[in-house]
């Protein structure tokens, strides 16, 4: 069970973000190579991640970040109850029905469903508020991932019981400061565990959804000829789909939503793009395109290269002049970067950001202080 009770972190109805962290019971590596079995569960990383794709596209609840490793997984989710509140009972319903639906095909997916089908999940005004309450909650998305993994491992081991270790632990993230370093220590989190050397490596991270996105929409715009023959036209398909790998990723960018030391819940509302032309054969593949990083995505990937070169050596290196202005301008401490993000996991717990958010969340709770408060000021300025 968490230290604190989940509704005093997390805040139904406000727009927030959250780094939550599941560990696979007794901390197996039930994800990954097990050295007491011998045997390799590797590919449970891809139900994760298949499966944190699909929820982004039903819940309004974007993903910012994941990583998978062998024995737990990282989620950085943004609660947008805005968005929710934006769509009509029928839309609800549908989606309501693509979680938990009363007919399934013959591959498992949801049937297309029938009018009186979907009146079950709005038959009543309340069922409609527990419905759309449920759409953006963090519990619930949690929920719906670790149960899924849980039931699709034990049915593969022929087992019963817990695949997870009790609930998962949730620390919200203040203000933007706190975003990047936290998803800098999420997508570092296989190079730190020294499996990889290199983000572009890292699978089953959103660093390596970016990178490989990015370099496929670069190799796009580099092409000029037209294909015409079959086989040029699978190469073309086969990079649009690499192109659009971090598609239902919470995107990168400059758009000002999340500007110099603002809070999460100071987002605005665009309901537009989470709601326009949805159907059960068409989900969206993201609650909305709002980015949630005041820096582009160039910018972040230069930032967790040179981190990671950092943190894999295992020694302290200057800021580079090209990376200083972009620490500066989030009212992040230049001389405790690498220090916040690799102990990120293990300074910061409740809540984490700038030592003045830490007091106003503090009071919001109705307590006088959290803990932390002293790493806090270390790490943001």
Known sequence: ????????????????????????VRQAFLCGWDPVTQLCFDHRKEWVRARLEQLSGIFAVEVCGYAVLGNHCHVIARTRPDIVDGWSDQEVARRCWQLFPKRKKRNGEPAEPKPHELKQFIATPEDVKENRRRLSSLSWFMRCLNERIARLANEEDGCRGRFWEGRFHCTKLLDAAAVLACSIYVDLNPIRAAICDRPEEAEYTSAFDRICAHVARRAQGKETEVAQAGNQRQKQDRRQAEADRDGWLCAIGTSGILGEGACPADLPHDNQSATAGFSTSALPRRASDEAFLPISLEEYLELLDWTGRQVRADKRGAIPASLAPILERLQVAEDAWL??????????????????RLAEEAARSGKRWFGGLARCRQAFT
Do not use: D, L, N, Q
Request: hydrophobic fraction near 35%.
């Open 339 to 356: 220090e916040s993000v690799r102990h990120f996991g293990r300074w910061f717990h409740r809540a984490v950001g700038r030592a003045e």
């Open 1 to 24: 069970m968490p230290a604190y009770a989940r509704k005093e972190i997390v805040r139904e109805g406000e727009v927030g973000i959250y780094h939550c962290t599941s560990r696979c």
